[in-house]
């Protein structure tokens, strides 16, 4: 059973109905299959227990840490957007007072307005630049100190001159700054309540007659917040959305023409034609035949390492309010290139819109097809394991993208700046989609190759092994969803557990077992039900905050007497970037007449 | 334009790549397609703008009956399910309480738990024949009484023993309804606010971490409450409900199977073979050819008679905590079940199942499909709106079902019993679906065959007075939902324009103008996206109660200091109806010992 039979069934289901003249193989044949279907049973079944386990403690362990998190001011905080504008006051401040106290009288503390800061930072840049200069000025006087010179040049005297010519641009800009600050008010504001309780039941309530009035949500981390996003109108979100999936789809599905495009130019014979002196590479024996071997596979690879970022990009522009969501977009996208791309487009030869089209025209075909193009790719799947999986975690440990990055960095734009100690994040949207593939490739194979396990298990222990280093040693913790990402993690697979029986219900229906491949059809029904399950049973705590819970932290905060202090907390984490008062000098502007009054 | 093209398009159609000699001809048919195409737009824009009007118009009549029936007492209260079993005290009304005066302290009022009544309701049938029999020997010696017959006969006596007999039996069935009415607590709950505000809020968010428990919804009016289903446990209801949904499909489908079969037998020809004394028919001249060509119709109108019937029956099966809903979820089915054997069973002759099937393997053909089969049956549904619709509102004023009903019932159970004033709530379930029907014909024709317009205008203004009449005069208000229904007219009046549209794109491929055809695509995809921006504007409030109304219906109360009347009203307003103590005997049980203390 342990012997890889895909590859020999797929011998024989191409060619099809071929006689077999000796029966008894064909009946060891048969009784393989029905180990293959108990095989499926038990591994189906077993995947979803073990799913529903993990969701279990998943779902309690993002409790406790809730918990543990409770001092966090996004407990505290919902995020309010299109705020009417009040006619009276110009203001959607006094709108936002007036309806919280007014609808939640016990429990609300105050707000926060979102600022408009996009042109606040374009000037704060500017500012800071004339900081720097005026620094840099001050400072030639000191370290011309000891060659006495200055006074004998009059240095000093034009340097004061320009000093405080500069000062006085300063100066005009920070007036600028000052005045644009709280010039465009947004319809958006962070709510502040005196309870978890009361920031809870905000959050999950209607409050306008007019549903798309007072939308509220939790808000997410100070850190997590995506302002930009925030100054986005709600109106036009959906459209927003609608683009960058649309943008997504188009790269998935045309991806491969580029590709194919230059990988044709990049050929060695079209390269001596484009570039001459590339006939100096025969000149080297055995380089020609690498380069002709390697180049389209180099070049494949490049154009896949390129498309997280295309897709996180993306994600940013899709308008969630925080990164995290941003991100887990970007993690969904790339996986479902990864899947179009690397499973679909190596196991289904031939282009994506092909197939795509194909299956929507002939759904019933869809099983057979895919059943006999899995069960041919086997071999293929395992080298990608082993090359790409592995050689992924040792490029991870190595950085080589940021090394080059910094490289460059430092020999152009950054020469002579301040060196920049570069503290990233763990990019999820560029690890979680590639670990997700392989799982997906492992589970459809669970049956038909077994062999492709072993390695698999390999790869998740040295990724285990190279991410506990890099999380705990490399990269820095810019937010914390408290399990956000396991929902999607929990329906990827149960996408790989459907996959694995369509797969076999395809292979049982090639090997001409309809008996078998219809009895595996309630298995796929009820694998789609458990998936309504959970989504029914854990999702809603993942993406609420359950009233009990709130409470509980509440009640937590009271014995120890603390609640006060987190939720004044709160007011000062949710402030504007752009109204924070920028430091230019010391002693100048930023002490003497605070940015922000 | 106003012409009946549809008949003559179809039939170039038919003779399709005919070349027509006169070009002259042919131009103006083109043109004729143009003046559709424009007329498919301004109908289709006119359409979605009239009912973005009237889904406003009606959110605010909505909004305005709420404050209208502000005193009914659902608006303080919530229906609470999945209370868990306090294992302490051996109950559930322990938990509510004390969970929500934890979790809602300012605004929790009292709970009512929910008992299973359905033995006591049969106890209670038992001992109210008891009681009347007890009555009746009561009052035989009353109207004995004149003729001084009852002293002698020693009547009296064996009455007075006979009524003590039964008394005692009486007094044994109260006992044991008393024991009963406490002993089957269901795990849920209504529970009543102190405002409002605190109820909606309490409805719309999630209680526990666990989702599966404490599941809030807001409560239906005390009339409209369906306490058979509150017995059905939480956990097995999506079974009931995936169970109806597949009965229904079922039926929907394989309803014409059974017609045909009952029609093939009723063939004059097999009716003599079956029942000789048939043949009798034919002696009085003109009686079988009315026989052999009405006979099929009658058939196919009396199982189409039954089926809403069948329908109502399921949706009480499936689990809604209302009569409302369930009778809301029998109009959609009935509404599917017309679409599939009326409209496209007729456009499109051949078995239902074999189109579904035919239109999900071959998608793209749909719509060329849908357009010849349409422009061919336009005289169909003329006639069909003409006889079916108008005799529909006839027989509703007649109601001869009812009279049918009630003659049987006076001739057979109820002889001699008092007579019940029959009060029937309006058959929203055999009503509502055949004007959307009625509606969706006259949309989908209203560019290809106009003129079956003002039959339909026709057909609207009679059913207009009809109903006025009926609902003023005949039928009682059972149950006020505050314009429930019309998300679903809403959505009903959408799947017609969208109908249309895709009925056009295959009418303008089939006359091979493609550009017609592939600009009609954007409008088609302009209304889903309608669809998507109207359950975002406008359903949340028909499901929600938005606390902004709350507070001000609150505040209103307030105002006239009758807030504390409202939700004391509420806790006697949601008692189980097994828990009302039944006056069996004004002087007896029922005073001296009240069922329920």
Request: hydrophobic letters at 45%; aromatic letters at 12%; a neutral charge.
């Amino acid at each position: 059973m342990v012997q890889n039979l895909a590859v020999t069934n797929c011998k024989i289901s191409t060619r099809e109905i071929q006689k077999t003249t000796i029966t008894g193989a064909r009946d060891v044949a048969i009784q393989m299959l029905w180990v293959h279907f108990s095989c499926l049973w038990f591994i189906s079944f077993y995947g979803l227990y073990l799913l529903h386990e993990e969701y279990n403690e998943i779902l309690l362990k993002r409790i406790q840490q809730l918990q543990r998190l409770r001092h966090r001011p996004d407990q505290f905080t919902i995020l309010v957007r299109e705020i009417p504008f009040c006619t009276e006051h110009k203001a959607h401040g006094c709108c936002v007072d007036h309806f919280f106290s007014k609808h939640h009288p016990y429990t609300y503390h105050s707000y926060q307005i979102v600022y408009d800061g996009r042109d606040v930072e374009v000037l704060l840049g500017l500012a800071e630049s004339i900081a720097r200069k005026i620094e840099n000025l001050r400072e030639r006087p000191t370290a011309m100190k000891t060659k006495r010179e200055y006074l004998l040049l009059g240095a000093f005297g034009e340097d004061a001159v320009k000093i405080s010519l500069e000062e006085d641009r300063l100066e005009v800009f920070c007036e600028k700054i000052r005045q644009l600050q709280h010039e465009i008010e947004l319809p958006v504001a962070f709510v502040i309540f005196k309870t978890r309780r009361g920031a809870a039941l905000a959050a999950q309530s209607q409050q306008h007659s007019h549903p798309l009035l007072w939308i509220t949500e939790m808000a997410p981390e100070p850190k997590d917040v995506s302002w930009r996003n925030l100054t986005i109108p709600y109106k036009i979100l959906p459209l927003y959305e609608i683009g960058v999936v649309l943008a997504a789809s188009l790269l998935t599905i045309f991806f491969a023409i580029p590709v194919t495009a230059v990988q044709g130019i990049a050929k060695f014979e079209k390269l001596k034609k484009w570039f001459p002196p590339a006939v100096a590479i025969q000149l080297i024996p055995g380089l020609s035949s690498i380069l002709t071997g390697y180049l389209p596979s180099v070049i494949l690879k490049g154009f896949i390492y390129i498309v997280p970022c295309a897709m996180f990009g993306m994600g940013k522009l899709a308008g969630c309010v925080s990164k995290s969501k941003e991100e887990i977009k970007a993690c969904n996208m790339v996986f479902y290139f990864l899947v179009g791309n690397v499973f679909f487009l190596s196991v289904l030869s031939g282009s994506l819109l092909d197939e795509i089209g194909e299956s929507f025209t002939h759904p019933k075909d869809f099983p057979s097809h895919l059943a006999s193009a899995v069960s041919a790719q086997a071999d293929f799947f395992m080298t990608y394991i082993l090359t790409d999986g592995l050689s992924g975690f040792s490029l991870e440990i190595l950085q080589p993208g940021l090394l080059f990055w910094d490289v460059i960095k430092s020999r152009t734009i950054g020469r002579g700046g301040e060196k920049n100690p570069y503290l990233y994040s763990l990019p999820y949207f560029r690890i979680i989609p590639t670990v997700w593939l392989s799982v997906l490739i492992g589970t459809v194979y669970a049956v038909v190759a077994p062999l492709l396990l072993p390695l698999l298990i390999g790869y998740f222990c040295l990724g285990y092994i190279v991410f506990v280093n890099q999380i705990q040693d490399v990269y820095e913790t810019v937010y914390e969803t408290c399990g956000q990402y396991w929902p999607y993690v929990h329906f990827y697979i149960l996408i790989a557990i459907a996959l694995m029986q369509i797969s076999l219900i395809g292979i049982f229906g090639l090997k001409s077992k309809p008996a078998a491949s219809i009895s595996t059809v309630p298995l796929l029904l009820f694998t789609l039900m458990f998936n309504e399950y959970c989504k029914k049973r854990f999702l809603p705590t993942f993406q609420r905050y359950s009233i009990q819970n709130a409470v509980e932290n509440d009640e937590l905060d009271e014995k120890s007497g603390q609640i006060e202090d987190n939720y004044e907390n709160a007011v000062n984490a949710y402030r504007s970037p752009c109204l924070q008062p920028a430091n230019f000098l010391e002693s100048e502007s930023s002490t003497t007449h605070p940015l922000v009054s």
